[in-house]
């Protein structure tokens, strides 16, 4: 599809689990953003790149989190050692230049129970 | 401590009405505002935006209003639309609307009443 895919779209994992979400962005966009949105919040920032490297990480919550982008296409973003609270709505967004031209996927939703 | 603020977490607006929806930030340093629609199961959609040096957009239904000194922004839609009916969230950038993160807000549900 032309759009930016996320996969899986829902996720059930048990506390203390391992997962990784995956985003295909839209084919030449360089950018690519990842958000988090939590039940009843709007989308918080976690990562950005451009190209292969985390150009700001600095909305990551702490070291459980981390993404990768190796090509510079897809992305994933992985989180160890799931906490309850990790569940949440996970986003992801690409660019060709900036965030104002960024177009969203469905996201991936998170459940840990 | 939330920066950039949506008081109304539901509006309700009978369609061929004017719908406004407001946000306020507390950060002078944002630059940038952006608002975006989100339907339900999908990801949100980028619909309008501002920069600090302006205080007017207009796009068709939609106009967003800058007041930077009373550090609030609005999105009015006119007229209203059933297919209006979405979350609207309000986002904020100091980066000029560049590649760095948004700071969104929590979002206003509209409601459009046939």
């Known amino acids: 599809g032309a759009g930016v895919s996320q996969t899986p779209s829902n996720k059930v994992t048990e506390k203390g689990k391992y997962v990784e979400l995956r985003c295909d962005p839209i084919?030449?966009?360089?950018?690519l953003y990842w958000y988090r949105q939590s039940l009843g919040q709007g989308p918080e920032f976690l990562i950005y790149?451009?190209?292969?490297?985390?150009?700001?990480d600095s909305g990551l919550p702490n070291d459980r989190f981390f993404a990768v982008r190796p090509e510079g296409s897809v992305s994933t973003l992985k989180i160890q050692r799931t906490e309850r609270g990790d569940s949440a709505v996970y986003l992801c967004?690409?660019?060709?230049?900036?965030?104002?031209?960024?177009?969203f996927g469905q996201g991936t939703r998170l459940t840990v129970v | 401590d939330q920066q950039v603020k949506q008081n109304s977490p539901s509006l309700s607006v009978q369609e061929g009405r004017i719908s406004i929806l407001n946000c306020d930030y507390t950060?002078?340093?944002?630059?940038?505002f952006l608002w975006y629609k989100k339907y339900p199961a999908e990801g949100p959609t980028f619909l309008i935006s501002?920069?600090?040096?302006?205080d007017k957009n207009e796009d068709g239904r939609f106009t967003v209003f800058l007041n930077k000194s009373a550090k609030h922004l609005s999105l009015h839609i006119v007229p209203s639309q059933p297919g209006d009916s979405a979350v609207y969230f309000c986002?904020?950038?100091?980066?000029?609307?560049?590649?760095?993160?948004?700071?969104f807000g929590k979002g206003t549900h509209l409601i459009i009443q046939p």
């Open positions: 084919s030449g966009h360089t950018a």
């Open positions: 501002i920069s600090s040096i302006k």
């Open positions: 986002a904020a950038s100091n980066s000029g609307g560049g590649a760095d993160g948004l700071t």
């Open positions: 967004a690409s660019s060709r230049g900036g965030i104002n031209e960024a177009f």
């Open positions: 950060n002078s340093m944002f630059d940038y």
């Open positions: 790149f451009q190209g292969t490297g985390a150009a700001d």
